[in-house]
């Protein structure tokens, strides 16, 4: 049935593609077993399908414990990767730019302002995170909002428009490549993402 297909993909979403099919199977057998003895006592199918999902639990929650368990530091892994990533970005943009403007100049920046970044980062980031697991993990169906791209991009966007009207209102404050100062919140989302999309991509073929 489609229902139940949908419910046990949310509960193996992200997981090892062996321990997809392994947990998968067992699910299936589970739930059917549960469905026929309900449809015995004289519930409908869908009835049965229904008594059967809510009795076995939140599909989100169970996929967030089973992931715990198969990977316990899947989800730190892949932030600090985030992080690193992001700061590396912003040190090659930074270091280009005042190349651009600045030939022939000392570019780099010293550790002491990449350390620096980095903790910036990881702050701004962690927060948004956790805001991010605990709608993934609420009950309430939020399935664009929980999408990474919309949730981390769009208000991102927002903030860098916003900020982005200082560079109209004094042009002369941001002169020398300071402007892209004002863009350092979308730049920041759109590589986090970019970064966590691709941990996903490498961890689970990786799995395979």
């Not at 991102?156 to 916003?162: T, Y």
Request: with cysteine.
């Amino acid at each position: 049935m489609k229902n139940l297909d949908q419910y046990i993909d949310v509960i193996v979403a992200g997981l090892p593609i062996e321990e997809q099919e392994d947990i998968r199977e067992e699910l299936t057998q589970h739930l059917n077993d549960h469905m026929n003895e309900l449809m015995i006592k004289g519930y409908t199918e869908q009835e049965s399908l229904k008594i059967a999902i809510k009795t076995f639990g939140n599909g989100k929650k169970m996929n967030w414990e089973m992931k715990k368990a198969v990977y316990p530091f899947y989800k730190i892994t892949r932030f600090l990767w985030n992080t690193i990533f992001v700061t590396f970005v912003f040190c090659v943009l930074s270091f280009y730019i005042m190349e651009h403007y600045n030939p022939g100049a000392d570019n780099i920046a010293p550790l002491s302002s990449v350390i620096g970044l980095f903790f910036i980062v990881a702050f701004i980031c962690g927060m948004a995170e956790l805001v991010y697991e605990a709608l993934q993990l609420s009950s309430v169906k939020l399935k664009y909002i929980t999408n990474p791209w919309i949730f981390f991009l769009t208000p991102s966007v927002i903030i860098g428009s916003l900020t982005f009207l200082a560079f109209f209102q004094q042009p002369e404050n941001y002169q020398n490549g300071l402007w892209i100062d004002l863009l350092v919140v979308p730049i920041g989302a759109f590589f986090y993402v970019i970064a966590r999309q691709i941990f996903n991509q490498l961890f689970n073929h990786r799995s395979i």
